[in-house]
């Protein structure tokens, strides 16, 4: 599984931004897929995932309420829609895939993807 990442750039505080991750796998819905986000001098750390069902989510406490993950079946994209965004959302942006959900969630998924930077101005 490969899975490319793009839709970072810059923003201004309060605005938003869309991540998209394309996969190439015929079925992404089998897997659950997330995103996960490095600033700089920090270590990597979890944003959000989608279980294969597409119904349940979860969250890290710091983006809840301003970002949404969402997947699109039939073009097997992933997106982060990030609202309300805040100089503190400013990393490298990963997203990721595993058929375990758990794993994912413990930031040891089977599949990353490379990086795209937000960067996000006061």
């Known amino acids: 599984v490969q899975l490319q990442a793009s839709g970072g750039g810059l923003a201004q505080a309060g605005g938003s931004l869309r991540l998209s991750c394309a996969a190439s796998?015929?079925?992404?819905?089998?897997?659950?897929t997330g995103w996960f986000r490095q600033a700089p001098g920090k270590e990597r750390e979890f944003v959000a995932a989608?279980?294969?069902?597409?119904?349940?989510?979860d969250y890290a406490d710091s983006v809840k309420g301003r970002f949404t993950i969402s997947r699109d079946n039939r073009e097997n994209t992933v997106f982060l829609q990030m609202n309300s965004v805040e100089p503190e959302d400013t990393a490298v942006y990963y997203c990721?895939?595993?058929?375990?959900?758990?794993?994912?969630?413990?930031?040891?998924?089977?599949?990353w993807g490379q990086g795209t930077q937000v960067t996000v101005s006061s």
């Open positions: 989608l279980g294969w069902s597409g119904s349940s989510t």
């Open positions: 796998v015929r079925a992404l819905s089998s897997y659950a």
């Open positions: 990721a895939a595993d058929f375990y959900m758990p794993d994912l969630l413990k930031g040891r998924p089977d599949y």
